[in-house]
């Protein structure tokens, strides 16, 4: 965990609760959850397909595919360790084979997976440095492309070999290519970070400049078009 993005997140603990109750605006409450933290029910998620990433800090991931079109909800956890029941405080510190991970609902007939996978490579992070997305480094930052069925391996696979051969990156992509096991959602205060704490440095510092390379190379996926 980077130094910044500590000092942060403890500001943010301290003051959690009078920052919803003061900036949560009416954009932000359309990520509210079902559940404190949790997943959708089933009834919201009946006729979704999911899709599960790790591409670095969670604040950021979630926001980029909040903003597409089809996306219903994005929920923001861990996955890709054995672990039962991780806390932030033991993924972020490594203490855990976690990586921060988020989930990814959404409407197939508005926005398809091989979709979800172009802006996950090409502009929802850096697919091509291990174990590092930008100022924070460690396992719990690596890059995973989660699978539950056959088939989106191979769409998986067959994208990372693309977009290799385009030449878009200097450098090869790492992205690991794993079988979901189990998400664990991450609390709370994490959901819907980026649109709660606008002003949090690092939300400003790393989270806005991913944020708006996104939404500068998929305009036309944009919920609401800028």
């Known amino acids: 965990m980077s130094l910044l ?27 509210t959850r079902s559940t404190a933290g949790g997943l959708p029910t089933a009834t919201q998620a009946k006729g979704l397909g999911i899709a599960t990433f790790a591409g670095g800090c969670f604040w950021c991931t979630e926001e980029i595919f909040e903003e597409l079109r089809g996306v219903k909800y994005v929920v923001s956890g861990y996955a890709g ?7 932030y405080e033991q993924v972020g510190s490594g203490q855990t084979d976690h990586a921060e991970s988020f989930e990814v609902y959404y409407d ?75 998400f664990w959602p991450a609390e709370e205060y994490h959901q819907g970070y980026f649109r709660l704490h606008p002003d949090n440095p ?13 939404r500068k190379a998929y305009p036309q996926l944009l919920k609401n078009p800028l």
């Open 81 to 87: 360790g054995k672990e039962q029941n991780p806390t």
């Open 108 to 182: 197939p007939k508005q926005i398809s997976y091989q979709q979800l996978l172009d802006v996950f490579f090409l502009a929802g992070h850096d697919p091509t440095t291990l174990n590092r997305q930008g100022p924070d480094a460690g396992k719990q930052y690596r890059s995973v492309a989660f699978y539950r069925t056959p088939q989106e391996k191979q769409l998986i696979e067959a994208t990372i070999k693309r977009v290799n051969a385009s030449k878009h990156y200097s450098n090869p992509i790492v992205t690991q290519v794993a079988p979901l096991t189990k």
């Open 202 to 214: 690092y939300i400003q510092s790393v989270s806005v400049p991913k944020v708006m390379k996104f």
């Open 5 to 31: 993005k500590l000092k942060s997140c403890l500001i943010c603990l301290l003051l959690f609760t009078m920052a919803c109750g003061q900036q949560q605006s009416a954009d932000a409450q359309t990520l």
